[in-house]
């Protein structure tokens, strides 16, 4: 049992943990980069240490610094918020060694979710529904390999097991393109994940990003909190979020809900958790599992009215979760805009400091941010600076309080894509519901064309 946390994050994130931390009385300590001495919310902690200079990889991913700020502070747990070390298995294995809780799940189930090919094993062992295709690696023997994709149909995608990002993936549209692609894939693999191994499946030509958010703890629980949609991307990154997903059907919902939960106890996952689905023609097909909060979880906060974050924190503390999934109803809608400093029509990054900071509120509304007026947006990481999210009791009463919020916003000093989410906010596709994964990229062509 810990009573003293060090968030090894920044921005958003870091002050999203340090408020879950304090509504369970729990002392906190923070790391920041020499980029980061002056934000704001390092005033909030119980201890403050610098951690390096400005670049992440000697700073918010150096883990010895990580584990000697643990050591000298006296904080028993690190929670890795996301991205950084938040689902690096030899970070959480050096945690565990040290003595420490890792606010997170166990480096043993990091590492199977880790690689693609043992995800996806693992996944259609529990009755996952998954991408057509093998869950092994794909074999040398070129004949094989055409036949597998010949099984399969065209168009097939070859996926590096060890992938990330949105990298290490190619589309293969017939026979000809298959092995070239295959062994750039597997050239590119080796060098960038440092493992070699590729494997195929069925490219969904339309689909949506659908994702169930889960929860377990350490005594064999596990419960999911519904759906999300992100769909709209720009590559591969989301831009807005809503839960639930519209227009699924609830008893489709509900089965695959329920293998998510079921492939956590079989797996012995503990903490929060989401699986990422393609969704077509009324079929769901896991891509991949995240081991860590997402940044959009206020989507579901808000309609399945529990904390997230703290439900993390008390089930790395020992205890079960207090509710069955027959307690869980969720209520509403919501969105979340991530609010971006960047140019709404170039996307190029705009640092800087922040003139005026104007933030929407009222019934419905939260902020998540960590930013304020006179507050100086660094260069080196992410370019994300609040997340408006809105609840409302249907998704056109939610999609009404989005754009009254959005108008609302306004932040100086910077660009932002605020306009960006205006436009997308009065949309009509986006106004119906249910687009595709690649509508966002189509609009902007159109835009850019027009
Ligand atoms: P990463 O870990 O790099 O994010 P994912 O497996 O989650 O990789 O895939 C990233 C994106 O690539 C997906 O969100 C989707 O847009 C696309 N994608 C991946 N697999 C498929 C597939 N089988 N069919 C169609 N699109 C796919």
């Not at 991949?288 to 529990?306: D, F, G, K, W, Y």
Request: charged letters at 20%.
């Amino acid at each position: 049992m810990f009573d003293t946390v060090l968030i090894a994050n920044r921005g958003e994130i870091a002050l999203r943990v340090l408020r879950a931390c304090r509504g369970l009385g729990l002392r906190v300590v923070m790391v920041h980069s020499e980029a980061d001495k002056d934000a704001p919310y390092l005033a909030l902690a119980d201890q403050a240490l610098c951690i390096g200079p400005a670049a992440p990889g000697q700073s918010y991913l150096n883990q010895p610094a990580i584990l000697a700020a643990a050591a000298v502070s006296g904080a028993q747990a690190i929670h890795p918020g996301y991205g950084f070390l938040s689902e690096n298995a030899g970070f959480v294995e050096r945690v565990e060694q040290a003595g420490l809780t890792f606010i997170g799940p166990s480096s043993a189930c990091i590492r199977v979710m880790g690689d693609k090919v043992s995800a996806k094993r693992a996944m259609r062992a529990s009755g996952v529904p998954c991408v057509p295709g093998p869950d092994t690696s794909l074999p040398e023997d070129p004949a094989q390999v055409r036949r597998l994709a010949r099984e399969i149909g065209y168009p097939v995608i070859v996926k590096a097991a060890g992938g990330g990002g949105g990298r290490g993936m190619r589309v293969v549209n017939d026979e000809a393109e298959l092995l070239p692609a295959l062994a750039v894939t597997r050239e590119e693999a080796g060098r960038a994940f440092g493992n070699p191994e590729v494997y195929i499946e069925k490219f969904l030509l339309h689909p949506r990003h659908v994702e169930i958010q889960v929860l377990a703890d350490r005594h064999g629980n596990a419960v999911w909190l519904g759906s999300r949609d992100c769909s709209l991307q720009r590559r591969h990154q989301k831009v807005i979020e809503e839960a639930p997903a519209p227009g699924i059907p609830q008893e489709l919902l509900a089965q695959v809900g329920d293998s998510c939960a079921q492939a956590c106890r079989r797996i012995g996952y503990s903490g929060v958790g989401t699986f990422e689905f393609l969704y077509e023609n009324e079929a769901f097909y896991f891509i991949e599992m995240n081991t860590r909060l997402q940044v959009e979880h206020p989507v579901t906060e808000l309609t399945s009215a529990i904390d997230i974050v703290q439900q993390q924190i008390r089930v790395a503390r020992g205890e079960a979760l207090p509710f069955t999934q027959a307690d869980i109803a969720c209520q509403g809608h919501a969105f979340e805009c991530r609010i971006n400093a960047e140019d709404p029509r170039t996307f190029r990054p705009s640092p800087g400091q922040i003139t005026d900071w104007n933030v929407p509120g009222g019934w419905g509304v939260r902020v998540d941010s960590h930013a304020r007026a006179g507050y100086r947006v660094p260069p080196y990481y992410d370019s994300m600076v609040a997340k408006l999210i809105v609840h409302g009791a249907s998704r056109a009463d939610a999609l009404t309080r989005l754009r009254v919020a959005l108008d609302e916003m306004r932040v100086e000093g910077i660009a932002t894509n605020l306009p960006l989410h205006r436009e997308l906010a009065a949309d009509e596709g986006f106004v119906d519901g249910g687009v595709d994964i690649h509508y966002l990229e189509r609009w902007l062509k159109e835009r850019a064309a027009a």
